[in-house]
Antibody
């Protein structure tokens, strides 16, 4: 059974940093791209970043490029999102998601972890 | 960036109704479109991928169609558990943008 568990959210001051983690099980982790998607309170979904299975190719949304870094450790079946220079508008629930296959959507998601950026 | 516009943004319907949600892309995305259902406090659930392929385990009352710039999600006979928010997502370009969402409410 596929399981994805997000963690690491919390309250952080503007300009601060936070690292989110995502643990995966039940599938061959290194064979699938993984992504982060966020949802601000009461708002829609926003794609944040994707990393391919090998980790060699990475994509970012313009809103986080230069501030956030996605990475993965295939030996530990873990996905990470290092978030620096956080802003109030980064406040959201962050979801980790597994690629279905190729470019065909995200078929398994974590439960989400809340990041609140506030002084 | 490719923009996705869903219509309507809000939809009120009754159990048993047939409903259709439209997603329009700002440029040709071939069939690289997925549909998701999200209920309050929960993660999104993949319903349809490649514009028209039903994800495993999703009821057959859900269907998707379209290619290029115009896509539809149809629910043939609404069930109580279908009242939720629906999102389309394009996967043609690496910025995997989502539509703004369509909230389906009980009439």
């Amino acid at each position: 059974e596929v399981q994805i568990v997000d963690s690491g959210g919390g309250l952080v001051q503007p300009g601060g940093s936070l690292r989110l983690s995502c643990g995966a099980s039940g599938f061959t982790f290194s064979s699938y791209a993984m992504s982060w998607v966020r949802q601000a309170p009461g708002k829609g979904l926003e794609w944040v970043s994707t990393i391919t299975g090998s980790g060699y190719t990475i994509y970012y949304a313009d809103s986080v490029k230069g501030r956030f870094t996605i990475s993965r450790d295939n030996s530990k079946k873990m996905l990470y999102l290092q978030m620096n220079s956080l802003r109030a508008e980064d406040t959201a629930v962050y979801f980790c998601a597994k690629a279905h296959y190729g470019d065909s959507g995200f078929d398994f998601w974590g439960q989400g972890t809340l990041v609140t950026v506030s002084s | 960036d490719i923009q996705l516009t869903q219509s309507p943004s809000f939809l009120s319907a009754s159990v048993g109704d047939r409903v259709t949600i439209t997603c329009r892309a700002s440029q040709d995305i071939s069939s690289y479109l997925a549909w998701y259902q999200q209920k309050p406090g929960k993660a999104p659930k993949l319903l349809i991928y490649a514009a028209s392929t039903l994800q495993s385990g999703v009821p057959s009352r859900f269907s998707g169609s379209g290619s290029g710039t115009e896509f539809t999600l149809t629910i043939s006979s609404l069930q109580p558990e279908d009242f939720a928010t629906y999102y389309c997502q394009q996967l043609n370009s690496y910025r995997y943008t989502f539509g703004q969402g369509t909230k389906l409410e009980i009439k």
